[in-house]
């Protein structure tokens, strides 16, 4: 049941980002800038909470050069890439939309993963696979894209773009996986991640002229900006602790809670619309989603108890 319920929150938690970030949007705030305070806030948050922890969560971040290189890959990868090319395609998306293509990372996960020889092929995650990119398809092909807010003959293309956030967050998982740091926590990493692409995002928002005071007038900006670092920061705890309570089994479903979310949001904050074709290619996704997730999990629990019962 805990497990569940932290499922739920994370979901939700991340699922805000989203959400908070399309508002920023609205308020006419650049990309880089959303995602500076996304960074900074994220990271402050989890010092914060760290600083209050017992135990290997209490230690600051090793900046030696194999951290600093998995602070600025992993980070780019699994953060600062995906979330700006989120806030970039939510400006002519549906936030629905957003999250939902967010979700295929499993699936796109697997297709490197199986193209890289770096898993074995199962018939059904194949399928899973194949219904993802159907889904997809539906979604770029113009008759696809007759709703109120998709109903421009460019928004493929920012559906080809948005297809960048699954795929940077599948790279993430693979270089993540494969470089974590001996020794170091999820905590520390974390921190040393945001902090390292907060710094870098402080130095491109103030070459670029990001970086302007008359936004602190701007109430409803602030606010925002103070929801979406707060969001941000609450999410990476949580995932956390997900991770350290259900394993990456459980942490893997938290793509349809994104979605659920997202869909929901965007419906009942600016009332978003979807049409049948609309439907069917989500419902396609999402079930493809699904196919290749559930096989994975039964896998690494497979694995997991190979381990215990070798013990």
């Known amino acids: 049941m805990k497990a569940l319920l ?3 929150l ?3 938690l991340a699922a805000g980002v989203f959400v908070t970030g399309k508002q920023a949007g609205n308020e006419q705030l650049a990309p880089l800038y959303i995602l500076f305070w996304q960074m900074t806030g994220g990271a402050l948050v989890v010092l914060a909470v760290s600083r209050f922890s017992s135990g290997s969560s209490r230690r600051l971040p090793v900046w030696d050069r194999q951290h600093l290189q998995y602070y600025l890959v992993g980070g780019l990868l699994g953060i600062s890439l995906p979330y700006v090319l989120a806030f970039i395609v939510m400006r002519e998306l549906q936030v629905g939309t957003v999250g939902l293509l967010t979700a295929l990372s499993p699936v796109i996960t697997y297709g490197i993963a199986r193209v890289l020889n770096l898993e074995q092929g199962h018939p059904v995650k194949l399928i899973g696979l194949v219904l993802g990119l159907i889904g997809v398809t539906l979604l770029v092909m113009p008759n696809g894209l007759s709703e109120p807010g998709m109903a421009h003959d460019g928004d493929w293309l920012y559906i080809l773009l948005g297809l960048g956030i699954p795929a940077s967050l599948a790279a993430s998982n693979l270089y993540r996986s494969h470089y974590w740091p001996q020794g170091s926590n999820a905590t520390q990493l974390s921190i040393g991640m945001l902090s390292a692409q907060g710094l870098g995002l402080l130095l491109i928002n103030a070459a670029t002229g990001n970086f302007d005071t008359s936004l602190l007038a701007n109430r409803d900006a602030v606010l925002t900006l103070a929801l979406l670092s707060l969001f941000a920061g609450a999410s990476y705890l949580s995932t956390f602790y997900l991770l350290r309570e259900g394993g990456p089994v459980y942490l893997s ?3 349809y809670v994104i979605s659920v979310v997202t869909l ?11 049409d049948t074709n609309d439907m069917l290619s989500m419902g396609l996704i999402f079930v493809g989603v699904l196919m290749t997730t559930v096989i994975r999990s039964r896998e690494q629990s497979r694995q997991a108890a190979l381990v215990v019962s070798a013990q």
């Open 253 to 255: 479903q938290m793509g």
């Open 264 to 274: 929901l949001a965007g419906i009942v904050l600016w009332s978003e619309s979807y």
């Open 10 to 12: 994370s979901g939700t």
């Open 6 to 8: 932290l499922l739920l």
